[in-house]
Nanobody, 118 residues
Framework: QVQFVESGGGLVQPGGSLKLSCAASGIIFNIYTMGWYRQAPGKQRELVAY???????NYAEPVKGRFTISRDNAKNTVYLQMNSLTPEDTAVYYCNAKFPTSTWLGDWGQGTQVTVSS
């Protein structure tokens, strides 16, 4: 059974930083591409960043230069370092996985809430 457990969210002031973590189980972690999604109130879930098994990274335009995705295959964990946060980054953040030649899995964790507000 695939499981994702996200953590690290919270309330932060504009310009602040947070580091999110996601522990994955039920998959062969080191062969999957791992990604971070977010969903703001009233909006669709969107892909924020992903990292391939080889460490190649890709970011959505709104977060380029501010967010960094990384992974620790020994811990089956993917991270999202978020800097220079703005109120537009407020959302519930989720992680997910996909086999390189397939689509993102249909399993989702509970997510972690990030609120950027003064």
């Amino acid at each position: 059974q695939v499981q994702f457990v996200e953590s690290g969210g919270g309330l932060v002031q504009p310009g602040g930083s947070l580091k999110l973590s996601c522990a994955a189980s039920g998959i062969i972690f080191n062969i999957y591409t791992m990604g971070w999604y977010r969903q703001a109130p009233g909006k669709q879930r969107e892909l924020v960043a992903y990292i391939t098994k080889n460490g190649s990274r890709n970011y959505a335009e709104p977060v380029k230069g501010r967010f960094t995705i990384s992974r620790d295959n020994a811990k089956n964990t993917v991270y999202l370092q978020m800097n220079s946060l703005t109120p537009e980054d407020t959302a519930v953040y989720y992680c997910n996985a996909k086999f390189p030649t397939s689509t993102w899995l249909g399993d989702w964790g509970q997510g972690t809430q990030v609120t950027v507000s003064s």
